[in-house]
């Protein structure tokens, strides 16, 4: 399944790269989110509660970033699986300074599995980008307002000023848990964000019974 | 003795669960909050491609499980359904795609299919997908088909030109020098509007895939189990064996349920599979006027030569059949029209083409009658004509040229819709006609119309002759089975749609088998219990399924009385069964009941009641010989099939008398009399209700029902508010029925087929009536009273 | 976005139902998939057909027209609800099996509750008064005619029973 597409973030590009490749920051801001934890260098397993309409779950994964071109492009690949499905998908992620801010766009060829699968190509199309422009617009905000909400551990805390400090990896190992959010009007919707960043897939999850949110 | 049943009018089995509400129709069955319940976006234009699917505003709604598109459909499922019956003239066969791939050809079809927690959380998810379509100009109605400014099909999949998905010919010979030379001559136009089936109950599939046995269960309200199970296990890549169907009740079918795989029923199936529930689809009533099938939209043109007595020395017949916009039942209405048109008769030279034309409009498969209404209207208002035209009575025209009783079998020389010579195998057309003219009053009518006449009230009287071709194969299948406790369970394969097969077969097999009628239970359609069958339709159930059964408990009786020989001891032509039991003629002392039969055949190892005990290994056998014979089988079975070489012809005719208002021109209906000739009955009842059923359908059929489509290709009456079926009101008060029993010498039992009579002379012997009444030729129908209002007027001017 | 559900208890055939449905579930729904009472049947959803019709305090209602929510409080009662405590068919039914009155069976639970109101308002009803208590339901199999002999013939099981 091919999916792409772009938004616009209203800050620097170098601001956005930052933003993007910092896990406390993603934890944040990637809807769903519960726990992102590092596990070598620009590579996380994360964990992450997201649906399609009725079908919600918890959605265990991993994504790892490469083919880094700072304030450019990369290379995000995530994998994972959740009660009835699974998802595989290849990411290519560019940045271009635009009037007003970034323009980050997408391109991902993904494959989903088991049951969610058969939600439909549309909607699976749908919520993908819902959950991008979702996403998009949390990086936004995170880096607009300074409070970085994320609770990390002991080395990794990020209080106010930039969320991220720049280039720094996360340390091995590292677990980001989401801060405690409201539940948001259309929390069925939150998709599964493909790692940092982009796109998509708003698959699968779980069945609806014993794992509602 | 016990008397037969064959003859009786039992009460029927069936009733004892539906009128306390316990039967069990598809929308009935999994009735569980773990059902899926899916609905089906349709496309609101008659011709138009797709240009975008948005289905963003479907997240918002909870409760959503799936939605699909064509994008959604792969292998199999992506290709278009089948086309069940193909014929070499069928050179531009179309079928539509399970969701709409790139174009949509009627309003109606299907775009995207939703899945959700209940149906109207679904129906809210069809309201928030936004489908992007590029209109394009319909094509509506035969004339604009036949003139072709505009194409239905002309796409990717290819072109079908001049809109013509068929032309098909079969003659005797060439008409037109016989009607040349005749003495006289006469030209016809007729027309018949589009009807359709209406059923009470519409459409509706449950599926289940079991993981645990790999199984995929179909609950569908069809007329073919079998012809769903093959379907559903090629498009979803299962094994024949896989795939169980199950019909239920069914809510009235008419042929519109012998279409099959509608989209939804590869579509639940699938989607039972791919999500892991039970899924759920069941129609509503607009969605089966715009989504499922018509019927008898016909034109006609017709040339006949006949002589001074009326006999019809050549008949040159031209017409154009609109078959909607698919042909997934091929060319078989047409063909029926064609081969059917000869009725009783035996015109000297016959040619009958036709062309099959594509509009952007709801497929036509076969509705009851399946094109011989058509057919009948036209060669009766032929008759009429011919008699008006010579100033003799209609009757005695239609005699000069009946089919005579010793002059059967009768070979017409044409090949019918089921393959075979169209060769009528008995009938008594002229005893027939005096029945009819005595129920009706026919000499005495002149009298009557005079008198009234007198009142200022205008009454008139018409007839009508057909010939039905029932009981066509290729096969079916019964299987017998007598349990240890007496029971005996029947089983074929073809489907129930409240003929009371449950209860006719179980008249035949208590006959046969010698069993009390309350100990027969008849299963119809479940693809588990006979897996060969062919389906119910062509007023076939009672010739096909009524001989295999015949046969099927004829061997299981065989072989009661060859292993009850042996008990007791006796020859075999000394025994007789009697409710049950069989015993020695003359000596009831000596006797067994069949459940203890069922027990000695089937040795065992093990017993398992106090009776079986008599059938294992230390209480009987001979240590001599292999407990089960070498060509034997344990257990009291019996399975056969019925596989005739052609149909059987049945044969009624139709009169009636109408009054009709000199102001208002509504037509009241003041007597409709019926002979009826289907050979040998089993329950008189039963047929009774089956002639007063069609008679219905034909009294809407040519006076109210028609399907209004405008230029645009929208059906502008797709409810029962516009679509004006009869209530008791519309409906004669008593029908006067005589019967004529030429038994079929191709079954066992006699019998032809009796279910689709009662409507195919309808629109024919109304027209006649009001023609008679009005002095107004009638050549189109259905005629309302407001038509009949305006042909006054044409008339007068 | 979840619909907001009513708390309501509905009275059929006797027996008392608790129910959380929403607004907008038909009556005719909330007996067949609510209750699992099937017996009421949907034709038309558009209240011509009559296979629905139930009994809303003994008048006969088509309950596709009604929202469940609706009628609480009042006494529904279905074709289920008129076969006898022990298990026999009552008069309406009994006349329809004597007289071929139903084939399908789908229209069947309509007329069954309308024709036990109509002999209950009229238990001497001529034949013209016998056709007009059944001219409000469809049937597309019957052709009608043995339906109106069920509908005199219960009206004469009516009338024995009472002797």
């Keep these: 399944m091919k999916i792409q597409g772009s938004n616009v973030i209203e800050a620097p590009v170098d601001r956005v790269w930052d933003a993007l490749l910092d896990p406390a920051v993603l934890v944040a801001t990637i809807p769903g989110c519960e726990r992102l934890a590092a596990t070598g260098e620009h590579a996380y397993d994360m964990t992450v509660t997201a649906g399609v309409a009725a079908i919600k779950g918890t959605y265990a994964g991993t994504c790892s970033l490469t083919d880094l071109v700072p304030h450019e492009s990369l290379v995000m690949t995530l994998s994972g699986s959740g009660a009835p499905g699974t998802v595989d998908a290849r990411v290519e992620v560019s940045f271009a300074e635009v009037d007003g801010g970034t323009q980050v766009s997408y391109d991902a060829d993904a494959t989903v599995g088991g049951m969610v699968g058969g939600v439909g190509q549309r909607m699976l199309t749908s919520v993908s980008k819902r959950m991008a422009g979702e996403f998009f617009g949390n990086v936004g905000t995170a880096i607009a307002s300074p409070a970085a909400p994320a609770s990390a551990p002991a080395p990794a805390a990020e209080q106010g000023g930039a969320p991220v400090s720049t280039g720094a990896a996360a340390p091995a190992n590292a677990v980001f848990s989401a801060p405690a959010k409201a539940s948001s009007p259309d929390d069925f919707l939150k998709g599964i964000a493909v790692g940092a960043g982009l796109v998509v897939l708003g698959v699968v999850v779980g069945s609806v019974f014993g794992r509602r949110r | ?797 | 976005m979840s619909e907001e559900r009513h708390e309501i208890r509905l009275s059929v055939n006797g027996a008392s139902y608790e129910l959380s449905i929403p607004a907008r579930r038909l009556l005719s729904d909330a007996l067949r998939h609510d209750l699992g009472l099937t017996g009421t049947h949907v034709g038309c959803e558009h209240g011509v057909c009559g296979a629905c019709t139930v009994l809303l305090d003994g008048q006969p209602v088509r309950a596709c027209l009604l929202f469940a929510v609706s009628v609480q409080g009042q006494e529904i009662t279905t074709v289920e609800g008129l076969t006898k405590p022990d298990g026999s068919l009552g008069n309406v039914q009994q006349a329809f099996a004597e007289c071929h009155g139903l084939q399908c069976g789908f229209c069947t639970p309509g007329f069954l509750t309308t024709i036990t109101a109509g002999l209950r308002d009229n238990p001497t009803p001529t034949h013209e008064e016998c056709r007009e208590m059944v001219a409000g339901n469809l049937c597309r199999c019957t052709g009608y005619q043995n339906i109106v002999k069920a509908v005199e013939r219960a009206a004469e099981l009516g009338s024995e029973g009472d002797a």
Excluded at chain 2, 16 to 21: H, M, Y
Excluded at chain 2, 302 to 329: C, I, M, S
Excluded at chain 2, 611 to 632: I, L
Excluded at chain 2, 688 to 703: M, P, W
């Design chain 2, 1 to 797: 003795m016990t008397t037969k049943l064959m003859g009786q009018g039992v009460q029927r089995v069936e009733d004892q669960r539906f009128l306390r509400g316990q039967g069990r129709y598809v929308d009935d069955v999994a009735v569980d909050a773990a059902t899926l319940h899916a609905a089906v976006l349709r496309s609101p234009h008659a011709h138009a491609r797709i240009v975008d699917i948005d289905v963003e505003a479907v997240l918002d709604i909870e409760g959503v499980h799936a939605v699909w598109t064509y994008d959604d459909l792969s292998g199999r499922m992506a290709e278009p359904l089948p086309l069940l019956i193909p014929h070499p003239t069928l050179t531009h066969g179309r079928t539509q795609y399970a969701l709409a791939k790139d174009e949509v050809n009627y309003a109606g079809e299907a775009v995207a299919f939703v899945v959700a927690e209940d149906r109207y959380v679904a129906e809210d998810a069809l309201e928030a997908i936004r489908v992007t379509y590029d209109v394009l100009p319909p094509v509506v109605g035969i004339e604009a088909a036949r003139a072709a400014d505009r194409l239905v099909h002309d796409d990717a999949d290819g072109t079908v030109p001049g809109n013509v998905g068929a032309r098909m010919e079969q003659s005797t010979g060439d008409p037109q020098p016989a009607i040349a030379a005749a003495p006289h001559r006469l030209e016809l136009d007729l027309t018949i509007e589009r009807s359709a089936c209406t059923p009470m109950e519409g459409r509706g599939t449950v599926a289940r895939w079991d993981p645990d046995t790999n199984r995929m269960q179909v609950w569908t309200s069809t007329q073919s189990s079998t012809g769903v199970r093959a379907v559903v296990a090629v498009k979803l890549g299962l094994d024949l064996g896989q795939v169980d169907v199950i019909t239920p009740d069914v809510g009235g079918g008419f042929g519109v349920k012998i279409n099959h795989p509608w989209p939804e029923e590869l579509l639940v199936p699938l989607a039972a599979r791919t999500l892991g529930r039970t899924v759920k689809f069941t129609e509503d009533r607009r969605e089966h006027f715009v989504s499922s099938a018509h019927e008898r939209g016909q034109v006609h043109h017709v040339e006949v030569g006949f002589d001074d007595d009326g006999r019809l020395l050549g008949l040159d017949v031209a017409f154009w059949h609109d078959h909607g916009a698919y042909t997934p039942y091929g060319l078989i209405v047409p063909i029926i029209t064609s081969t059917q048109l000869l009725g009783p008769y035996k015109p000297a030279v016959y040619r009958v083409v036709f062309e099959s034309v594509y509009t952007n409009t709801v497929m036509v498969t076969p509705y009851r009658g399946a094109g011989r209404p058509q057919g009948c209207f036209v060669m009766e208002r032929t008759m009429d004509a011919i008699a008006a035209y010579l100033g003799k009575d209609r009757t005695e025209v239609r005699a000069a040229n009946f089919i005579q009783p010793d002059e059967f079998p009768y070979d017409q020389g044409l090949i019918f819709q089921d393959g075979r010579e169209l060769e009528y195998d008995s009938g008594d057309y002229p005893a027939s006609l005096e029945k009819l003219k005595e129920l009706v009053g026919w000499d005495e009518f002149p009298a009557f119309q005079a008198e009234m006449a007198a009142q200022g009230r205008r009454v008139g009287i018409g007839l009508a002759c057909y010939v039905e071709g029932t009981g066509v194969g290729p096969y079916e299948g019964a299987h017998v089975h007598i349990e240890t406790t007496g029971k005996v369970k029947v089983a074929t394969g073809l489907t129930t749609q409240g003929q009371g097969h449950a209860t006719v077969f179980a008249q035949l097999v208590a006959d046969e088998l010698g069993v009390k009628f309350e100990d027969v239970e008849v299963v119809t359609g479940d693809t588990r219990r006979m897996p060969y069958a062919v389906g119910t339709f062509a007023s076939r159930a009672a010739v096909m399924s009524g001989s295999a059964i015949h046969l099927a408990a004829k061997r299981a009786k065989e072989k009661v009385l060859r292993i009850a020989a042996e008990a007791l001891e006796a020859a075999e032509e000394d025994l007789e069964i009697v409710d049950g039991v069989v015993s020695v003629k003359g000596s009831p002392g000596s006797s067994l009941d069949l459940g203890t039969v069922s027990v000695l055949s089937n040795p065992l190892r093990y017993a398992f009641d106090e009776a079986s005990k008599a059938a294992t290994q230390f209480s009987v056998g001979d240590p001599g010989k292999p407990p089960v014979p070498e060509d034997d089988e344990p257990g009291l079975e019996g399975r056969d099939f019925y596989s005739p070489e052609r149909a059987t012809f049945a044969s009624g005719m139709h009169a009636v008398i109408v009054e009709t208002d000199p102001r208002t021109a509504e037509i009241t209906i003041l007597k409709y009399a019926v002979v009826h000739d289907c050979g040998n009955l089993i329950n008189p009842m039963i047929v009774e209700g089956q002639i007063h059923g069609g008679v219905a359908q034909g009294v809407g059929g040519a006076l109210y029902e028609r399907m209004a489509y405008d230029e645009s290709g929208q059906l502008q009456n797709a409810s029962f508010m516009d679509f004006l079926m009869p209530y008791v009101t519309e409906i004669p008060d008593g029908i006067d029925i005589d019967h004529l029993e030429t038994p079929s010498p191709l079954n066992p039992l006699g019998i032809k087929g009796a279910g689709e009579a009662g409507v195919i002379p309808s629109a024919a012997v109304f027209a006649a009536a009001i023609e008679d009444a009005e002095g107004i030729t009638i050549s189109a129908m259905p005629i309302s009273p407001s038509e009949l209002f305006h042909l006054r007027q044409e008339h007068s001017a």
